[in-house]
């Protein structure tokens, strides 16, 4: 089975492929016409960018006549998990708490949003450490400042 690499993702590639995911499935037209409203992109541009989502295996593609459907072959949510599971495996674990803490403060998130989070939190509170160990330097104690 070929790996799907979401890390690897560039934020022009995330616009295209949040099209397909919000709209199920598209049509390089499609995709095109939604792209060109937000972006001066031109129509090789979008198409190369589509191409590269393929090679990565994050898009499909099916023949409909002499047009060509995408489909997303990951679920938006799991790609959104790879993706900052990815990046918070290379931060250092004395750093990750602040580091969620700016991306809540910085987020517009829903009442139901924060309940969760705040549901979370509190199973979270009952085991958790009182200090988490600086990974920067393998074997190292480290006190990453």
Known sequence: MTEIQTEKMTSAEWEL???VWTLGHAGSREVIEIIQRKREW?????KTLLGRLVKKNLLAT???????????????????ND????LFASLCNM????????????STLTKTDIESMQKVL????????DKVEC???????MNCK
């Open 62 to 80: 099916t023949k409909e006549g002499r047009n060509f459907v995408y489909h997303a072959t990951i679920p938006e949510q799991t790609a959104m």
């Open 122 to 129: 509190e199973k979270k509170l009952s085991d958790a450490p």
């Open 135 to 141: 990974d920067c330097v393998p074997g190292a104690a």
């Open 17 to 19: 492929m949040r099209i």
């Open 83 to 86: 993706t900052v599971n990815d």
């Open 42 to 46: 031109s129509e090789s541009t979008i």
């Open 95 to 106: 750093k990750k708490g602040i580091t969620i803490i700016e991306l809540i403060k910085n």
